[in-house]
């Protein structure tokens, strides 16, 4: 069973940065990061493949948040600059075993940390 464990989260103002990290103790392919608000669905964050060659960012994130990947030591990272109160939400890292052919989708991962707290005040 792969684990992926998160660190970093934390209470900031507005315009503040955090970093994310997140490990995981077995092999994923494609990994990144999904956001949930109270009463939301998992919204996407940022993706990043394997060996980091490709990445992604939502349009609400582009600018401010800058995925990483260390490989192959299976760490990624989300470097959070810029810090809107609307950022505020539990931060899951997310992990695929091959085959994601819609990087955008929550269901198409097949592991998930077990989340961490953001929260942005004004």
């Known amino acids: 069973q792969v684990r992926l464990i998160e660190s970093g989260g934390g209470s900031v103002q507005t315009g503040g940065s955090l970093r994310l990290s997140c490990t995981t103790s077995g092999i994923t392919y494609t990994m990144g990061w999904f956001r949930q608000s109270r009463g939301k669905e998992p919204e996407f964050v940022a993706a990043?493949?394997?060996?980091?060659?490709?990445?992604w960012h939502a349009d609400s994130v582009k600018g401010r948040f800058t995925i990483s990947r260390e490989y192959p030591e299976n760490t990624i990272y989300l470097q959070m600059n810029s810090l809107k109160p609307e950022d505020t939400a539990v931060y899951y890292c997310v992990g695929d075993s091959g085959g994601n052919d819609n990087i955008y989708a929550a269901r198409n991962y097949d592991y998930w940390g077990q989340g961490t707290q953001v929260t942005v005040s004004s």
């Open positions: 990043i493949t394997r060996k980091g060659s490709s990445s």
